[in-house]
């Protein structure tokens, strides 16, 4: 077991394969029992440069569970940074009201210098199209409490793989584990060479698909994600395209019993309503598993797990 | 042969040669090692005919020795360069220029969206590719490759 206090999580290589079990095994504790005032002398910042309802929610609650008061803000609108402070400044100063800083800002690379600036941890809560490891973190937990293992699995990535900051993250985190990737996407939007390199560094395989159906009966994983109409500087190749990577129910025949659908939400229409109500989805746990794994970092991280 | 060569370019008794500096960045060398400013003398000379490389610059500074991170510069915008350490006519140092491991605040990172390019933050690099200078920002993790270094301000 590796001591995870005082370590900051700011890029999904920052912990190593075990360290991420040890997580979900923590977090597993916290599913069981989510309510325990172990952190009840801790302070949690959450310092959200941008909105992020989402995030920010499941961060406060997985804090405010454990016992620990929350402080810190939910858009910069009239607060000192708005006013031009630096994040320096604003880190330095938030150090010495907390025990942990959560942080969101749209600035690629900012999370990394503010766990430099803070004399206490950080936790990237998102830092624009760079890196938003509790997300992957959680993706992992509901990935293995679905399966029952993280190994051997096969996973299918479905929509906008190029953009997808989720879908990069939880490709590396799963080339820990003897992954099958099946990658689903629009020609514009496929997995950018670098990530498909480090599958291919890991020793692993990958097939490319333009159609989901192709991918229906060998998955275990189905992981979608949205195809935003901005992407495409031709509408019409948007229009031709966007129903490729829609699931729907009637779709579903003759896959896997074992197969689970994830999202990292919200959704607009690429998983049709229909799918909700069968046993295959589990987006909806999964954002509820996002409470747990936070709750683990927040544990270990402050040196009570 | 090197005879022929000081014709072209004077020998310098005390200060520092930059040979074989490709012809395209010989004025981006001087610079960013701000020898524009530099009150002493400095010999330039440009597509001069090399047995190795074709053409070539050199640049001769006098009364002048370069700092590692200086070097580190030159190694970025001219990875064939040899710098040479002249004291009395004698050469007391040759060395071709490394690609150094990592580079601190010497080049800006080409992610509009990266916090160094928002704040007053020294840029730091791992450099990934040293023959194809590839570097990969430390904060944002993003890729510069060789065309697009521009070193920040105040280096130049
Ligand atoms: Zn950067």
Known sequence: ?305 | MDNKKELVVPAIPNGTVIDHIPTAVVYRVISILGLDRYEDEVLIGNYLTSKKYGRKGIVKVKNKYFTAEQLSAIALLAPTATVIAIKDYEVVSKAAVQVPDHVDDLIRCVNPMCITNHEKIPTRFDVVDKDNLKLRCHYCEKYTEKDAIHFVEHKN
């Not at chain 1, 961060?59 to 929350?70: D, K």
Request: proline fraction near 5%; hydrophobic fraction near 35%.
């Open chain 1, 1 to 305: 077991m590796s001591n995870l206090k005082g370590r900051n999580l700011i890029s999904i290589t920052d912990f190593s394969r075990d360290e991420y079990i040890q997580v979900l095994d923590i977090a597993e504790e916290f599913e069981k029992n989510p309510k325990q005032p172990i952190l009840s002398d801790k302070v949690v910042a959450t310092l959200f440069f941008e909105p992020s309802t989402r995030t920010r929610l499941s961060f406060e609650s997985a804090a405010s569970q454990l016992g620990a008061r929350v402080i810190g803000f939910s858009d910069p609108g009239g607060t000192s940074v708005q006013k031009g402070e630096s994040l320096h400044d604003t880190i330095t100063m938030v150090s010495s009201y907390s025990d942990l800083i959560v942080m969101r800002n749209p600035k690629e690379g900012s999370s990394r210098y503010a766990s430099e600036v803070a004399s206490v941890p950080v936790i990237n809560a998102g830092d624009g199209a760079n890196q938003h490891p509790t997300q992957c973190m959680l993706d992992l937990y509901s990935i293995r409490k679905t399966q029952g293992t993280l190994d051997n699995l096969n996973i299918a990535m479905v929509g906008d793989l190029k953009y997808g900051r989720t879908v990069h993250s939880l490709t590396q985190a799963m080339c820990n584990f003897n992954t099958t990737f099946h990658l689903v996407s629009p020609e514009e939007l496929k997995l950018p060479s670098s990530v498909k390199i480090s599958i291919k560094d890991a020793g692993l395989k990958y097939y490319q698909y333009t159609d989901l159906k192709d991918v229906i009966g060998t998955a275990d994983i189905i992981y979608m994600t949205r195809v935003q109409r901005e992407r495409f500087p031709d509408p019409l190749e948007y229009e031709r395209v966007k129903d490729s990577c829609i699931l729907t129910a009637s779709m579903l025949e003759g896959c896997k019993p074992n197969m689970r659908i994830l999202h990292p939400l919200p959704r607009v229409n690429e998983i049709t309503v229909d799918v909700d109500s069968t046993p295959y989805a589990y987006y909806f746990q999964q954002a509820q598993n996002g409470v747990y794994v936070r709750q683990a970092l927040m544990a270990a991280i402050l040196g009570v797990r």
